[in-house]
């Protein structure tokens, strides 16, 4: 009955030439300032002045120019990396930073939303992200949210997949660096350039409205030439979601307790797995983000310049889940009708009765989320006679919250539901709820069984400083240049968190809805599927948010128990998940370059990092001593040391054709939440469990081995094939641990209890083996409008990635590493002139692991294979305007999900969007 995904892939990659990726996401990047053969000279003069005159020249790039631009940055690279360059001002080939990244060789995106969400590196997700080279962090988090980051306003998208010695550390998946525009890149003059934009999604059924304007100028004076811009952006994406899915597949609980969910269960069921909760559900909203990059570069000689540079990125959200939800596992309840899935132990179908109420009800959710990031960077750059100095330093601050509020509801007089959770209303099989015996369109059979408030939040300062310094050795000899220097940071963090919960009873029943503060707004929703549509009551979002204060009073006067609780205007910090740290770090390095000719030219480069981490964080433990909480602060120190050597070797056998070689390694640290010295326990319970942070964490490693054969032809022409092998350690898991008699007597426990620790913990290591091909052309030798076409091609397929993980590898897929997908490939056809372009792109992704389910791995969550086909076309009727149509997900793929690498149970499927959008570009 199940499909097997990879099957399609021979057809994949047989029609890809036919489809599609972004012409301008296929290729290279940020290259540093290195020599380039003698042999290769002419290219090298070509690719510089070509370079010139696109950075003197901001009008139209389009899409063979921003081809061009990426291959010149992978052909001139040291290290292994790949770009997405800019069509023109404010025009990325897609809307945002993930999905034009999708189209980049090996690597790999998650949707979400309405847009693309986390990416993949090489089957790896541990990325770090820079600004202009810049580390940036948001919150507490040791990244960006690359999706918060407009499209409009950047110049390009770098993927480093290996790293040099003069980097920053950090991400062993590897960089992504956005590079945003700078002044001196823009003509002599006065430069306006702007976009407006209209996109409509046809799940949500409105349009998402988005704007940018850039204005710069360059000039000449007295004191050298001077350059400002200022470059703003402001989207707002609407989004909606419908999604079936099913949830934490387990063996029924507790045998031998006469009131525990097992004893229901007819004797030969008693091993059964059945998942704990099936739903239906809508997540829906939409996401402000307002950006603004301010730019003054001054540049008195043609031996120094100086960069001042100050940005802002912010993310407003409102996003609304409503779902209607049936517990299958619950105390109390009894179990008929059931049906196993072939494999004789997972249950298809159930039937759950309860006189006293089946578990289910309705989960309604209104979050608002906020972003603020503000970035300052100040650059010195001056050469002499042999010697470069670049010295800079950054302030970055930035702070993230979120609020929320939930109603969990439940219909009156429910005795009877039944669950199948293979049913035929989607094609690969989902979850169908049916309750038995109770009318869902009536208001009056809904009561409020609990109500929740939530608040946390983060803030950041960081402040860093690095100087680089490059001495020119000799032009002919093996070192021609030295390049050393050194780097501090420091970043101060906070987090708060708190939550409350009210139970509001009326006569000792649940609170009838209509009678709930906003109660007199409930409305109908749900979700169709299949031509089947199921709806039912809640309290839309905004209203119960308009009326929390009258619904703080209600809980006070419905539930004595936690009136206290509800008496502040937010919820009380959860000490257990605050916490305040301090973290330094020093880096220091140095790294040659060399050439040489062995009959063809050969150079690279050949160093080491330095880097110390120390700091300092501080949260609070607390347990239970006779029925009062002590609370006691909690402090907790650090320190890593990581040696990071890094080699490459560039073997330019003619002036079209080289093989790239590389060595290099890096270091992920773990999150400063997971580090945080916290503990909560109650030492009464028989077998007490221990909730804690684990400072002891140990940082993850990798050592990465690349190869890259790489041909390049006439204009944006490329061919290369890459080969890449990577050993990482100390992955993340986390788990719970048994611990023997006495071995939780520093928590407070009685030394005669045995008990657990519940934390996150390092496992083994991880080992990734892939290889990545790619291909691009235009026609240039045919003739007439022919010459105008052109195409793209790239796949990538990991044959390895594997991660050891603590527990047998007993069933398939055991070890799989998450996030990795064996196959993905895209392919783009596309035409290009300087009034007319058009393009259509293809996306594959083979299913791979998205979650380890640890009460039963064997179970764990996996992502079937997606696809997408997008299209757009730019007509230029005058030199200074662009108008645009472009489409995404044409053929209305949905995403859909399983347990278990063989799809032992359906989980579910997402229901994703199309969008239409219309644009129009201007540049002055």
Known sequence: MRRRPDTRIAFIIKVAALATVSAGALTASHALAQEVPQADSQAASETSEASQDRAADVVVVGIRGSIDTANAKKRNAKQIVDSVVSEDVGKLPDNNVPEALSRVTGVQIDRARGQGQGVTIRGMSEIQTTINGNQTNLGDGRALDLADIPAELLKSVDVYKTRSADQVEGGIAGTVNVELRRPLDLKKGLTVAGSVRGSYDDVAEKISPYASLLVGERFDTGIGEIGFLLNGSWTKTFYRETYIESESPDIVCCPGDPNSPNAGLPAQY??????????????????????????????????????????YIGSREKRSVNKLYALNREWNSTYSNIQLMPDGQTVKSITVSNPNGVPAGIDSLYNSFHSDLYTSNFEVHWHGDGVQINSTAQYNKSNSGNYFVEQIIRPVGLTSMTVDFDSDRYSGGVPSI????????????????????????????????QTDITVDLTREGLLRTFQFGARYNQRITNRWYGYRDGFPRVNGTFAPLTQFPGGSQ????????GGDTTEWYSIPGPVVLDNIDAIRAYIQATDPGNATRFASQYPPSDRGQTFGSHEYSFAAYGQFNYGFDIGFPVDGLFGVRYVNTWGDSSSFSYRLVNGAEVVEQSNGRGNYVDL????????HFTPKAQLRLSYSSNVQRPSFYDMRPFYWVDPNAANPVVYAGNPNLKAQREHAFDASAEYYFGRGGAVTLAGYYKKASNYFYYDRQDVPIGGLTEYGVDPAKSGFIEQLRNAGGGTFVGIEGSAQTFFDFLPGMWKNFGVSLNASHIFKARVEWPYPEDFPGAFDALNASKWTVNAALFYDTPQFSARVAYNYRSPYRLFIWTARPEYSFYNDETQRLDAAINFTPFKFVTLSLEGTNLLGNNTYRYFGQDNLLPLGVRLQARTIQASARFRF
């Open 644 to 651: 990071l050597p890094t080699a490459t070797a560039i073997l």
């Open 270 to 311: 008693k091993d059964i797995v059945l998942p704990y909760r099936a739903q239906y559900g809508q997540e829906f909203g939409h996401v402000t983000r307002p950006s603004l990059n301010a730019v003054l570069q001054w540049r008195p000689s043609d031996r120094l310049d100086f960069v001042f540079e100050g940005g």
């Open 434 to 465: 049916t309750f038995n015996g109770v009318d869902m369109s009536n208001v009056n059979n809904y009561g409020v069984e609990r109500f929740q408030d939530n608040r946390g939040g983060a803030d950041n300062e960081e402040f860093a400083a």
């Open 522 to 529: 409930a409305a109908l929703s749900g979700v169709t599927l």
